[in-house]
T-cell receptor, first 116, second 115 residues
Framework: EAGVAQSPRYKIIEKRQSVAFWCNPI?????LYWYQQILGQGPKLLIQ????????DSQLPKDRFSAERLKGVDSTLKIQPAKLEDSAVYLC??????????????FGPGTRLTVL | AQTVTQSQPEMSVQEAETVTLSCTYD???????LFWYKQPPSRQMILVIR??????QNATENRFSVNFQKAAKSFSLKISDSQLGDAAMYFC????????????FGTGTRLTIIP
């Protein structure tokens, strides 16, 4: 079974530029999560999708971050314009159903973003 | 709000020895789950072990076991017979048993295995 795929693995941009990350969850997984992991910290949830609907985006900086999950499969996370403090690893995770405490979240390899 | 604290930024252990990583958390809920995730240099988070708060018995997975003290809100991970492949960042995480499935993570402990 293929795992969660993310691209690119690395991205370096100048501040005020735009960037987009892509995530393809495990086939059949209804729930998709985007986490931000700043160096030296644990991951923090940015947004959670159930199929193509948003369940939780309370910690997403909506003035510059946006995310979509068209057709309830893969997802893109965009930052526009980027700030220095957005430098982090962006992790995508998926789970089979969502809403079940026994539902394990499977993580992708992440995208390391550096904003100069 | 729930918080998870890992007070050991770094730990090291001799290969084949046993090491314990500490985690404390704060919540007003009585029903929740706790997790330990491993993050090797490849950055992929891997679930190591999970504990249901309503279960008194501590979870075990091969060489990995936990010491769950609900009253003290403590959740430590014991790694027995440490192997070189155990070297990684270890994150403790909390999830409430209601609402959405958001994981709240600690700041991590970097484990080094000494050959």
């Amino acid at each position: 079974e293929a795992g969660v795929a993310q691209s690119p693995r690395y991205k370096i941009i100048e501040k005020r530029q735009s960037v987009a990350f892509w995530c393809n969850p495990i086939s059949g997984h209804a729930t998709l999560y985007w986490y931000q992991q700043i160096l030296g910290q644990g991951p923090k949830l940015l947004i959670q999708f159930q199929n193509n609907g948003v369940v939780d985006d309370s910690q997403l900086p909506k003035d510059r971050f946006s995310a979509e999950r068209l057709k309830g499969v893969d997802s893109t996370l965009k930052i526009q314009p980027a700030k220095l403090e957005d430098s982090a690893v962006y992790l995508c995770a998926s789970s089979l159903v969502g809403g079940l405490i026994t539902d394990t979240q499977y993580f992708g390899p992440g995208t390391r973003l550096t904003v100069l | 709000a729930q918080t998870v604290t890992q007070s050991q930024p770094e730990m090291s252990v001799q290969e084949a020895e046993t090491v314990t990583l500490s985690c404390t958390y704060d919540t007003s809920e009585s029903d929740y789950y706790l997790f330990w995730y491993k993050q090797p240099p490849s950055r992929q988070m891997i679930l190591v072990i999970r504990q249901e708060a309503y279960k008194q018995q501590n979870a075990t997975e091969n060489r990995f076991s936990v010491n769950f003290q609900k009253a003290a809100k403590s959740f430590s991970l014991k790694i027995s017979d440490s192997q070189l492949g155990d070297a990684a960042m270890y994150f403790c995480a909390y999830r409430a048993n209601f609402g959405n499935e958001k994981l709240t993570f600690g700041t991590g402990t970097r484990l080094t295995i000494i050959p």
